[in-house]
């Protein structure tokens, strides 16, 4: 429509709007220019380069890097070689995905059952809102480190015999619950907050995309007198469906980013002797994770699942 | 007799209100009004208590920290000290403010976060309004190279950036983050792009045009029109940005921008986790406990969790006051058009 009554206004003076686009096309060039500076800088020349790095030997001396060629070996090395502590690149990658195809879906229903109950109407929303995405802020590495304890004060504790008392566990003992209550409580409690410190963006996607479907779609159905069911299959899931793509790619991203298999690379990468295995493993990971991408891309449109009603 | 009449009518009128009663209880409308209600109250109940689980799951970790934080360090281990502290003390918080050198690195964290923050939001503001609205043959393509750059994981391309930052003798330094957040490759940068995208193109035409027709060069409609109005999308990525570069550890340590002249409190943290017999010994925290508490682990993991509250406690704080400004602007924009 907006196009439509573009063209008609401007018909008239055709040179204007020339110079117009042009202005556009110009500032356009200015706007993007820092991210495609960045991009080939620190994205493109990198990427390529560590897929140069994957098929070598590098051998880092004073005057530079010694490079060998060893074709497929990093490759072969990492799915079949690897192993660290009792587990290995391999497995990890395995699990990983294994888990991701899994946690996914249920984080997506989980994510958008939250997002529909924080869009109700009721007493203290804003206050349920704002503590919701708590774990968004407080979701670092660091923090997880340190509440573990440290390696080295984790095995002093296991030496002798103490378990972390300062846990949940340790109140309900204190309080007298029975024992396999405790443990009911405690998983439960533990797998809640893991799901939740992940969910936090999901939310907000959702909550947002709920929040901009147009109110006078509810404001019909609750006229025809459908019940709050029927308004989320046929109102809410289908508006908000084209973002359901978003979510599943933050996820699906996040999930990989924080998972053991990022670890293995990163403590390869530590170890300058090995960044040709670690390249290598770092493109097993992105020829994964596009893969399980462009598998839930001919999922999605094999169930027309992200098109929205009312583009195109 | 007036008694009587009276009686009579109470009854009269009872019996009446009786009847209406049956009439209104039996009207099938009436039913399905009540069935309503009592679903209402059942989903009403449901969600409080869900909601309410979920908040105490979210705040019992915090909570429980800060009640730590606050013992002394005798309580470590005493099973009497539950949610209140029997002595009270700040020795833990003390200490663990010397093991993290707490107020050099929150005053480099801060910096580094916020400097980082603003380059991060002109840089990918700037590309997001030009992906939505400065529409030019090819721009599809280089935006499906943003969605490459969410995709991809930061390992793939940490030892080639390694390498060229070495090159350019940049290691070790704060400005090789400030470099890639001005050039829209911070942490993340691809999801701002993405945002802001998404939000400029929910914005109405008829704003940018009117100004167009008013004369309003393409830089000043961006300036003065579009920014002002997408202040729900610089809040959320400004948070974000800023969040996200205060908890990272991961390219903080490849590119060993935490030094002893610039610590940064992640890194503090991790090395403090990692040992902290060998903190606490070398940056006297020890001089500040008796012996006998020394010779206790669980008083080592207490002072880790200190300083892990000691790192989260700055974002909460800041948190408390954006917070209503961030949940107003998801409610009243839709970051996601």
Known sequence: MATVNNQTIKAPKKSGLKGHERQKRFWAAVFLAPWVIGFLMFFLVPFIRSLYFSFFTLEPTPEGIITTFTGFENYIYALNEHVIGNTSFRVELINTTMDALINIPVLLIFSLFIAVMLNMKFRGRALVRAIFFIPVILNSAAVTSALGGGEAVAQLLEEQGIEQIFDLEFYLVQAGLMPWLITFIVGLIDRIYAILSLAGVPILLFLASIQSVPKHLYEAAKIEGATGYETFWLITLPNVSPHIVTVVVYALVDTFMTSPVSMIISEELGNSNRWGESAAMAWVYVSTVIFILLLLAVFAKAFKIGGSHYED | MKIKSLYGSVRRSLRHTKDDIQDYMNDPATQLRWKKRVGEIFIKVMRSILLFGLCFVILFPIIQQISMALRAPVDANNPAVVWIPENWSLMNIKIAVVVLDYWHSLVNTAKLSFISMILQLFSTALAGYAFSRLRFKGSNILFFFVIITIVT???????????????????????????????????????????????????PKELEESAQLDGASVFRTFWNIMLPNARGAIVTVALFAFVWQWNDAYYVSIFDVSTEEFPLLTMQLINAAEGMYQALFYTGGLDLVGQNVWENPLFLALISNVSALLMMLPLLIMYLFVQKQFVESIERTGIVG
């Open chain 2, 153 to 203: 994981p930061p390992q793939a391309l940490s030892l080639a950036q390694y390498l060229y930052f070495r090159n350019i003798n940049m290691i070790g330094k704060e400005t090789s983050i400030y470099l890639m957040s001005g050039l829209g490759m911070g942490i993340r940068s691809g999801i701002f792009i993405y945002i802001f995208r998404q939000f400029f193109r929910g914005l």
